[in-house]
């Protein structure tokens, strides 16, 4: 089992940036994915960005693509969401995700992931 903690939500102004982070523990060893997801209240559970865990592919949704950057730090087992220039419709309930299979791009579906955290809002006012 692999447990994931996220943090780094918060309320910011259109325009700012924030860093989420996404802390993993447990069975890490199995990790060969990591996702990121968002979820507006009365939406869908909505993909954001996913990476290859040992480094390398990265993979974006267009809505994000430019202004979000997905990273790692192994040494930490940490993972992170830099997301810049912010708009109100970036606002939602952000889900870091991890999955035993290897990447293959796009890996949109949150059905191809198995670990989830618990989530961090993000809110962006206009």
């Known amino acids: 089992q692999v447990q994931l903690v996220e943090s780094g939500g918060g309320l910011v102004q259109a325009g700012d940036s924030l860093r989420l982070s996404c802390a993993a523990s447990g069975s890490i060893f199995n990790i060969r994915k990591m996702g990121w997801f968002r979820q507006a209240p009365g939406n869908e559970r909505e993909f954001v960005a996913v990476m290859s865990w040992s480094g390398g592919a990265t993979y974006y949704a267009d809505s994000v693509k430019g202004r979000f950057t997905i990273s790692r730090d192994n040494a930490k087992n940490t993972a992170y969401l830099q997301m810049d220039s912010l708009k109100a419709e970036d606002t939602a309930v952000y889900y870091c995700?991890?999955?035993?299979?290897?990447?293959?791009?796009?890996?949109?579906?949150?059905?191809?992931?198995?670990?989830w955290g618990q989530g961090t809002q993000v809110t962006v006012s206009s």
């Open positions: 995700a991890a999955d035993p299979a290897v990447l293959i791009v796009p890996a949109r579906s949150s059905t191809r992931y198995q670990w």
